[in-house]
């Protein structure tokens, strides 16, 4: 059960420390100067909000799981598939597309992956069919509203468009990059189980009722909250603490200090310092040169790929944007949604995505998972490009 996790003690892992050489060297750039102390203090005023939400929701994410709720809805998804896996495959893929692009691929990253997970262990089958579907199209299925991926906030303000000329202009770049991912899944990942067809589970009844309602609740209103327009970084602690207190008066042997994802948000702190470090050493003046004054949407999108796959997301459309004209962001944000599934810091729904499989203990092969992800990147991009071009 994804539950039992909460009682495994962790160690650090490659990535980890990743992290923490990330954190020193973003603390080295501020010891020689190279990031002045000024500048440190207003990047993190930005990333504070972001550390905030990560450390919340996974707390939120952990007791959630302790409460049993994704081990009910995971065995709805499968009863409602009927035994047959391409069924499901379906549900699957649509259930994350729809959960991606209404509220946002965090909020996948952390709320559905355990929901797929606790589906393979209802079924007694491989959880990485499951788990990849959540991280890919947590990224691929980005790009059809303002508030699907934080890159697309940023980037509203200077394109001007209201949320729905922004989801027009999106929707059938966003539909070619999931109907390009979804085939890759199927390829890569669920084919082999496409022949044969699983047992019906029974419904699944939790032994605390009390404390699975009061979960699913907070769960239910932090889509709530997402959605009228609350601020991620207040929307989560509001729930955690929701189901902190119910814990505290039904199971505190759950509450560890163990739930706070320490290495997690110190990588993330890192990565934010360290990209400063990078713009002041010559990233800017590097990304001019090889762009130009007047770049197509390919190469931009490109650009914007691979770098969030050397840092991350967020810093790379920041960096982009500063040397692209406006008309060009469109193209930037398909590469910094789309591209981000090769390395696994490449966004922070990937990093989430992670903390919630080695939590419930499925292993990961970062050799596969880069692999079968830069196959997926190119030919996602390709198809979100060549829709994004015929809408342009």
């Excluded at 909460?6 to 420390?17: A, I, M, N, S, Y």
């Excluded at 739930?259 to 890192?270: C, R």
């Excluded at 390919?298 to 040397?323: F, R």
Aim: hydrophobic residues 60%; positive net charge; charged residues 15%.
């Amino acid at each position: 059960m994804v539950s039992d996790s909460l009682v495994r003690r962790r160690r650090l892992e490659p990535l980890d420390w990743v992290g923490l050489g990330l954190f020193a060297l973003g603390l080295l750039g501020m010891a020689t100067g190279i990031v002045p102390l000024r500048d440190a203090e207003g990047t993190m005023h930005r990333v504070v909000p972001l550390l905030l939400f990560l450390g919340t929701v996974i707390v939120l994410a952990e007791l959630t799981a302790r409460a049993e709720v994704f081990d009910v809805v995971a065995t709805w998804l499968a009863r409602l598939g009927r035994g047959r896996y391409p069924v499901l495959f379906a549900l699957c893929v649509g259930f994350a597309t729809l959960v991606t692009a209404i509220l946002n691929l965090d909020t996948t990253a952390v709320l559905l992956t355990p929901v797929m997970l606790a589906l393979a262990t209802r079924l007694g089958v491989s959880p990485l069919p499951f788990a990849m579907t959540t991280v890919w199209l947590a990224n691929t299925a980005s790009l059809l509203l303002p508030v699907s991926n934080l890159t697309n906030l940023l980037a509203a303000d200077k394109i001007g468009l209201s949320p729905v000329g922004f989801a027009l202009r999106m929707a059938l770049p966003e539909l070619a990059s999931v109907l390009a991912t979804a085939a890759c899944l199927w390829l890569l990942y669920w084919r082999r189980q496409s022949g044969a067809r699983y047992e019906v589970p029974d419904t699944h009844r939790p032994p605390d009722r009390t404390l699975t309602g009061i979960a699913a609740a907070a769960c239910v209103l932090f889509v709530v909250l997402v959605l009228v327009g609350v601020p991620l970084e207040a929307a989560a602690p509001i729930c955690a603490v929701i189901v902190v207190g119910a814990f505290v008066a039904r199971d505190r042997s759950a509450l560890r200090w163990s739930l706070v994802p320490w290495q997690l948000l110190v990588l993330v702190t890192g990565l934010f310092l360290v990209m400063d470090a990078i713009g002041r050493l010559g990233l800017s003046d590097l990304l001019r040169a090889m762009l130009g004054d007047d770049p197509g949407i390919g190469q931009v999108a490109a650009a914007g790929a691979v770098l969030a796959n050397v840092v991350n997301n967020l810093p790379a459309y920041v960096a982009v944007e500063a040397v692209v004209p406006p008309d060009a962001l469109f193209g930037l944000l398909v590469g910094v949604n789309v591209g981000p599934i090769v390395a696994p810091w490449a966004s922070v729904a990937t990093l989430l995505w992670y903390e919630r499989c080695r939590s419930a203990g499925v292993p990961i092969s970062w050799w596969r998972f880069a692999a079968t992800g830069l196959l997926t990147a190119v030919v996602a991009l390709a198809a979100a490009i060549g829709a994004l071009i015929l809408v342009r």
